[in-house]
């Protein structure tokens, strides 16, 4: 039976390379015996890590005075990690406030300290550069690139020009290692490794060594960034299953062309969705403002949502699964994640036109600028 397409936003889908290797190896992968046998101290393991960190720094091209980090866990542990770690003796945290997930880290963050909303939206677009508000003062500030309950996706990082002393702290969970990165602009960026770059499990951190330190005493061990970065991320026994999944798919992009590919096949995956549901109006509508669309995660309504489960069911019998939109807002969601084959969109345009012919609406759709 043929492999559905899966536009899961996370865990999410994995190349079948990837998978047929991991299949291969679970017996053997290289020394005698499975990866989930080996020890995180032995040369194994402590060379795969190396490896991938090695790996990463390559692909986007991470200057020397930052450290790659390994991390247990995945978002909501780096929602608290961040501040515990960059607060230093400050209080005041910024977050720019786009969607779903820069206010969850936002309000983590107030466990530790005040929070600065430097500019809060509606999940519908990202800000202008005139409009984020940055208190000078602040320890950090802090953004989501891509959320994807929204599907709202900044294309460059917010300017810091006018408070270039205040650290840019980036949540890349949903869009890490889909197109290159100027590494230099941030001092922090972490990302959970589940939608481009592996199974949960992990999340990595890339950071500018001069953050290092900055935690309290009172910060717990295995939440103080410097204890990772000290141990090479094996203070203690690492989710070694997720590293050695993280390490194959750094391999399948160098494998695929780099960043550079990633990101033409992001382009080209998002604007076959985006195409079908401008060209059906009638039957489709997008919240989003086009210049603020993400490339991972594309988010639609039916404007009869009565047909949204007709849609998410017949869909599935087709092959393309987990098209369902985030419970907390409903609609309809495809994530076009790294290891999504352009034919994945294809299919699913092809399914929107279908349906929208067997399922034809007597809808008046709005005029663009009209009341």
Not at 86 to 101: K, Q
């Amino acid at each position: 039976m043929a492999r559905p397409y899966n536009f899961a936003a996370g865990p999410s889908t994995l190349p079948e390379s990837v998978l047929k290797r991991i299949q291969s190896e679970i017996m053997d992968c290289g020394c005698g015996y499975s990866i989930l046998e080996a020890s995180h101290r032995g040369a194994v393991v402590m060379g795969m890590i190396r490896d991938l960190r090695a790996r990463i720094r390559s692909l986007l091209n991470i200057p020397e005075n930052y450290d790659i980090l390994f991390c247990p866990g995945g978002g909501h542990m780096q929602f608290a990690m961040v501040p515990m770690n960059l607060l230093g003796a400050g209080t005041l945290s910024t977050y720019i406030i786009t969607g779903s997930w820069s206010k969850a880290a936002a309000k983590e963050a107030l466990r530790f300290g005040r929070v600065q909303t430097a500019y809060n939206g509606s999940g519908t677009r990202v800000p202008g550069d005139d409009e984020i508000e940055i208190n000078p003062e602040t320890s950090y500030c802090a953004y989501c690139e891509n959320e994807t309950v929204h599907g709202v996706e900044f294309k460059v990082p917010p300017s810091m020009e006018a408070t270039p002393s205040v650290p840019l702290v980036a949540d890349q969970s949903s869009n890490f290692l889909s197109r290159p990165v100027d590494v230099s602009k941030f001092g922090l960026i972490w990302a959970g490794v589940q939608k481009n770059f592996g199974v949960p499990g992990i999340a990595v951190v890339i950071l500018r060594r001069d953050l290092l330190g900055l935690a309290s005493n009172e910060v717990p061990m295995m939440l103080n960034y410097s204890v990772y970065s000290r141990s090479e991320s094996v203070m203690n026994t690492p989710p070694v299953f997720a590293l050695y999944v993280s390490h194959l798919m750094a391999q399948w992009i160098e494998e695929k062309g780099g960043l550079e590919a990633m990101n033409r096949l992001a382009i080209e995956r998002s604007t076959i969705v985006y195409d079908a549901i401008d060209s059906m109006p009638e039957m489709y509508t997008g919240h989003v403002e086009k210049d603020s669309r993400s490339r991972m995660n594309v988010v639609f309504r039916l404007r009869d949502e009565q047909l949204t489960p007709v849609f998410v069911k017949e869909a599935a019998a087709a092959g393309l699964v987990n098209l369902a939109g985030h419970r907390s807002v409903g609609g309809l969601r495809a994530s076009l994640y790294n290891a999504m084959p352009p034919e994945g969109a294809v299919a699913l345009a092809n399914f929107m036109k279908d349906f929208a012919h067997r399922h034809p609406l007597n809808v008046t759709v709005p005029v663009a600028g009209g009341n």
